[in-house]
């Protein structure tokens, strides 16, 4: 997080995943040029202008696979989760190609006719039958998605846009995959012979659509499994014992309504924060305390545990809830208080309630509601 | 994400996932209609004649 916008806030981390990523679409090319060149021989060879038209595309492909990829990889495992915080660098990489691509599109295809080659491409005669579609058309599209998609995903436009806007419009990356898909299937598919290559193109969305799929069903059975028993006659949360609470790690708790909370234990005190982050929604219940506030695990954006408000000079806040601790035991009201209210943050000796607890309580159960740890 | 963000991204993907399912059926029906045209002119066969009003 900035307190300014700039173009981009470099650090060693963004710099050495961008070198990475470029070196990646480098040898990508260079290998699929020489490859190619190679195995396509005779009539089945292919012009140098062809080899780069489907270098470049192929690359876009691959490299919007893995973008689209990285979300639920993060969610089924949080070693992925560094990925995350680079995810728009490597999306605006992927436009950059893609625009590549079309460069060498419109310089072959599109460059010998009488007409301009954007007109040119603009009014294709696809010669719609049976069997065929507007393959260019899907491209053209999906290209424009990404390109809009690059050109606002700076935190400026989403500041601008707002945050629930801004997902929205970011959601359209599955359309404009979808058209990238089907761009590949009724285009390049339809004439590729090489051996192998029907294969190669329905594997990169079988393997991002199954991720997604996985991640969606692990992320609602993790859910259900928590789902956070309300204390009996009450509307307050059992968030189960405070001994098996590990300072500066949140644990989630999962109301029967509303979003997940972050319960929280930082010098001594608990406290209970809205578990969905307000820069991208990233899950702060999986977050960690760094520099006295809870930080987000995708882009580290912070909130101080106190009253869910980031540090000066910025300006995001949380809603925070109530708690308080009965017999040993976290409880947390559900009914949010408003962004930035002040807590009352009970104390908590863990080392004489894990005493009194001793070996019998070692750890939370399911229905109390486990550590997200 | 917020509950409502995980469910439209959960029904979003399934609907894209069945979508494409279907779409590569189709695309892969086609290219091997139109593969097994290109044979049957390379054996001999005579081409569909041009629709009328067509451009020769």
């Known amino acids: 997080m900035s307190a300014h916008y700039v173009g981009v806030g470099w650090n060693r981390r963004k710099l050495a995943f961008d070198a990475v990523a470029v070196a990646t679409v480098g040898a990508y090319l260079f290998v699929f040029r020489s490859v190619a060149g190679a195995v396509l021989r005779g009539p089945e060879a292919l012009s140098g202008a062809i080899l780069d038209m489907r270098a470049w595309g192929s690359c876009a492909f691959l490299s919007f696979s893995a973008v689209l990829a990285i979300g639920p990889l993060a969610r089924i495992d949080r070693r992925f989760l560094p990925l995350v915080y680079n995810r728009r660098h490597l999306g605006v990489i992927t436009a950059c190609v893609a625009v590549v691509h079309a460069w060498h599109v419109l310089g072959f295809y599109h460059q010998y006719g009488p007409l301009e080659p954007a007109r040119s491409l603009l ?55 979808a058209l990238v898909v089907l761009h590949v299937l009724y285009g390049a598919l339809q004439h ?21 799929l996985l991640g969606a069903w692990r992320s609602s059975a993790l859910d259900a499994a928590q789902k956070t028993r309300s204390l009996s006659g009450t509307n307050w949360l059992d968030a189960g014992p405070v ?24 010098d001594g005190r608990l406290s ?59 409880l947390v009201d559900p009914r949010p208080l408003p962004a930035g209210t ?14 009194a607890d001793g070996p019998k309580d070692a750890g939370p159960t399911a229905s109390t509601g486990g550590s997200a740890a | 994400m917020t509950r409502g963000q995980r469910r439209a991204h959960g029904v979003a993907w399934l609907v894209l996932a069945l979508g494409l399912v279907l779409a590569s059926v189709h695309a892969l029906a086609a290219r091997r209609a139109a593969w097994s045209d290109a044979e049957a002119i390379r054996d001999g066969a005579p081409r569909a004649p041009a629709p009328v009003g067509a451009a020769p």
Not at chain 1, 244 to 261: A, C, D, H, K, N
């Open chain 1, 192 to 212: 590729e012979s090489a051996p192998g290559s029907v294969g190669a193109v329905l594997a990169a969305p079988a393997l991002v659509a199954s991720l997604h």
């Open chain 1, 123 to 177: 009014t294709y005669d696809v010669a719609l039958g049976e069997g065929t579609a507007p393959f260019p058309l899907f491209g053209m599209i999906a290209l424009a998605i990404l390109v809009v998609l690059g050109t606002t995903s700076h935190d400026y436009w989403q500041k601008v846009l707002g945050g629930a806007r801004w997902k929205s419009l970011h959601m359209l990356a599955y359309a404009g995959y």
């Open chain 1, 272 to 330: 209970a924060l809205h578990g969905v982050c307000a820069h991208q929604g990233g899950p702060l219940d999986e977050g960690r305390v760094v520099d006295g506030c809870l930080t987000c695990p995708w882009h580290g954006w912070q909130y101080r545990p106190e009253d869910g408000c980031s540090p000066p000079p910025f300006e995001e806040r949380l809603p925070v809830y109530r708690v308080r601790v009965e017999d040993g035991r976290a």
């Open chain 1, 342 to 355: 002040p807590l009352e943050r009970p104390l908590v000796d863990v080392d004489a309630a894990r005493a």
């Open chain 1, 243 to 266: 001994s098996t609470l590990r300072p500066g790690v949140p644990r989630r708790v999962v109301p029967p309504e509303g979003e997940r909370i972050a319960l929280l234990l930082h």
